[in-house]
């Protein structure tokens, strides 16, 4: 039999009813969207969801991996509980827009589109975490299984090198692992997973070992690319009798336009209609087994949640 981690909350404050609490997760979901239009002499901006503060300091990438941790939606673990957001080039998404879907089970979805072939910047990105709390005294090994749904990089205008715009498709999983040493712990990081696909401001394209973009058309006004779906399963690191882990899965697309004339699209799902298909989520592995009866007072087969936060 496997360890069952359930979680009481009452009033947003968790505690044990009628028996220890042995395993205690936490999860969390937001997204964001942000466009950045350059119209004339002024530039115009339209967002929505969480709040995106990296333009022209850091990449996007960079910007999700050092602003954790961060505001979010809780909801129960292996939930298809959603958060959403969407915004349009004035209000019209025949215009460009950007969108985002993250779920508590795993199924985030981003795409944006210049549909205007203006300069400027879009972008939408979906986060989700984990926090696994043993207070066992057993180690715990968890597996993650994500899904990245199908997706394309498709530039659309008259291309000239080295002046055209960036696409970039990219998704990755990082974890922070608590291990008791004495009255404190010791801290280590890393990254489990690296998904992307990019298109260079020369139009070649690059790519993570996982991804085999497909050339779909190539004329001198479109060049287009088309990215597989991927489902992978990860082992997460085991967490230490009374250790901690937290893993962090983000996603995000982006469309850096440098010139008039040039619109596009990036997407990893569909940005039109945001709904999920098959779900991955955090399961207890099968190297992890149930100690001596006497230890454990509550034992099943997977996640009891009773608690639900909603924002929206």
């Known amino acids: 039999m496997k360890i069952c981690a359930i979680l009481f909350v009452v009033m947003g404050t968790a505690r044990a009813i009628a028996a220890p609490i042995f395993v205690i997760s936490t999860t969390g979901i937001t997204t964001g969207v942000f466009i950045l239009h350059n119209a004339g002499p002024s530039d115009l901006e339209y967002k929505d969801g969480a709040e995106y503060t990296g333009l022209f300091k850091q990449t996007p990438a960079e910007f999700l991996a050092e602003t954790r941790p961060y505001s979010s939606q809780v909801v129960s673990l292996n939930s298809p509980e959603a958060d959403v957001s969407f915004a349009a080039v004035g209000g019209n998404r025949r215009f460009g827009f950007a969108s985002a879907l993250a779920t508590g089970d795993l199924v985030p ?18 986060r989700y975490y984990t926090t696994i709390k043993n207070n066992s005294d057993q180690d715990l090994a968890y597996d993650l299984v994500l899904l990245i749904q199908p997706g ?6 008259i291309r000239h090198e080295n002046n055209n715009a960036h696409l970039r498709a990219e998704a990755f999983v990082d ?53 597989p779906g991927l489902r992978r399963s990860l082992s997460l690191p085991t967490i230490p009798a009374f250790g901690e882990l937290t893993v962090n899965y983000d996603m995000y697309t982006s469309l850096n ?8 699209t990036v997407r990893l799902g569909d940005p039109g209609n945001l709904v999920p298909g098959e779900s991955g989520g955090v399961f207890l592995s099968s190297a992890s087994t149930v100690p001596e009866p006497a230890t454990f007072s509550l034992i099943g087969l997977g996640f009891i949640a009773v608690f639900t936060f909603r924002k929206r």
Request: glycine share 10%.
């Open 175 to 227: 974890y922070r692992l608590l291990t008791p040493n004495g009255g404190s712990y010791d801290e280590s990081t890393g990254r489990l997973f690296d998904y992307f696909a990019d298109m260079a401001l020369d139009n070649t394209i690059s790519h993570s070992a996982n991804v085999a973009p497909t050339l779909v058309e190539l004329t001198d006004t479109t060049l287009s690319y088309a990215t």
């Open 257 to 264: 336009t440098l010139r008039p004339e040039l619109g596009g």
């Open 109 to 126: 979805q981003v795409g944006v589109e210049n549909g205007l072939r203006s300069q400027g910047f879009h972008l939408a990105f979906s």
């Open 152 to 157: 394309e990089l498709t530039l659309r205008g």
